[in-house]
């Protein structure tokens, strides 16, 4: 398994031989497509990031804007979903079995929160950019691309939900074969 490496902003400004500033610029601009973690207020760059950065340096040097930038990134690479690590805990306890699951389904819904607030920044620079282009063809194609990933998005919430209920109730009921209960007239039976 490869090992994960994190560097400062410090770090990559060197190894990018460009200023912190700069860095820090583009980890604000591009964060969507750059591995970040945050730790006491400083930001640590994975790097598996490092080739983003470079590719991100070499496209402003070559005299192109933001927009053409993300629009590049985004053509050949994935985007990142910032996650904090309070929204992936998950309590488990041996005998809190429900508690689980309720986390489960609390971070779950986080999670789709925090994906579709992402999707609504991206719909709404891709809007923008498009108004500035007056590119109506191109906006409905886009919005149909917008509305296939979330159908998705949505498709897969919920095979995951219905997954977590089917766990559940397999547990339920391994739990009660396990543990019979007596019915109420058997209660003064004693055991043999």
């Given at each position: 398994?490869?090992?994960?490496?994190?560097?400062?902003?410090?770090?990559?400004?060197?190894?990018?031989?460009?200023?912190?500033s700069t860095v820090r610029r583009y980890l604000t601009q591009f964060s969507d497509f750059l591995e970040i973690k945050k730790s006491k207020n400083k930001n640590f760059i994975n790097s598996d990031s490092l080739e983003v950065l470079k590719e991100i340096r070499d496209l402003f040097a070559d005299k192109k804007n933001i927009e053409q930038v993300r629009e590049r990134l985004a053509s050949h690479r994935a985007s990142f979903i910032d996650v904090e690590e309070e929204d992936v805990e998950v309590k488990s306890s041996a005998h809190e079995q429900p508690t689980t699951y309720v986390d489960l389904e609390e971070t779950e819904n986080r999670i789709a929160e925090k994906v579709y607030e992402k999707i609504e920044v991206l719909i709404k620079a891709q809007f923008e950019s498009m108004q500035n282009h007056n590119n109506i063809d191109e906006l409905k194609s886009y919005l149909k691309q917008r509305d296939e990933e979330m159908t998705k998005m949505m498709n897969y919430m919920k095979a995951h939900e219905k997954s977590h209920e089917q766990q559940m109730i397999e547990e339920v009921a391994a739990a009660r074969e396990s543990n019979p209960t007596k019915r109420w007239w058997q209660i003064w039976k004693s055991p043999r």
């Open positions: 398994m490869k090992e994960e490496k994190w560097f400062s902003v410090q770090q990559v400004a060197d190894e990018l031989d460009v200023p912190g």
